[in-house]
């Protein structure tokens, strides 16, 4: 399994720390490389398990994920890091990836997913929920108001 990515995951909600952990053992893809409870413990976590990606919530007590973002990245610009959490609102989602995420899903996402978003970032890709998109697409028309929008 040399080729599975490497993630580790970032959440202050055990139960969420373990239904990530249960389905990405299911994958071949990628392997859970450890775990963290909060932002404070990103950085060590990572010089420790040296991860590919980092699955990141971003409302945790004490270190944001977006302020865990700009940190790992600090240390390891290499690194990918997806953002998972429960808010749909379009200035989040530019809140961390402005920090350098190159991912943001929200939390009612499936598991195949998670794991496509993963792999897609491991290769470079952005990745963006469906419905954090929709709202990025309909802050673009609303801003651009000068402008008709031609019909589909």
Not at 6 to 35: K, N, P, S, Y
Request: net charge negative; with cysteine; aromatic share 4%.
């Amino acid at each position: 399994m040399s080729d599975a990515v490497r993630v580790l995951v970032v959440d202050d909600e055990a139960l969420v720390r373990h239904a990530l952990r249960a389905f990405i053992a299911d994958d071949e893809r990628i392997t859970l490389v450890g775990e963290a409870a909060d932002g404070s413990e990103v950085v060590d976590a990572c010089k420790q398990v040296q991860p590919d990606v980092v699955l990141m919530d971003i409302k945790m007590p004490g270190v944001s994920g977006v302020e865990a973002t700009k940190r790992v990245l600090e240390w390891n610009p290499s690194c990918r890091i997806v953002a998972l959490t429960t808010f749909t609102t379009e200035w989040r989602a530019l809140e961390v990836l402005h920090a350098g995420a190159c991912g943001y899903l929200v939390k009612n996402s499936t598991p195949e997913q998670i794991i496509d978003a993963v792999v897609a970032a491991h290769a470079g890709d952005r990745v963006v929920s469906p419905e954090v998109q929709a709202r990025f697409v309909r802050a673009a028309i609303e801003s651009g108001a000068t402008r008709t929008p031609r019909a589909c």
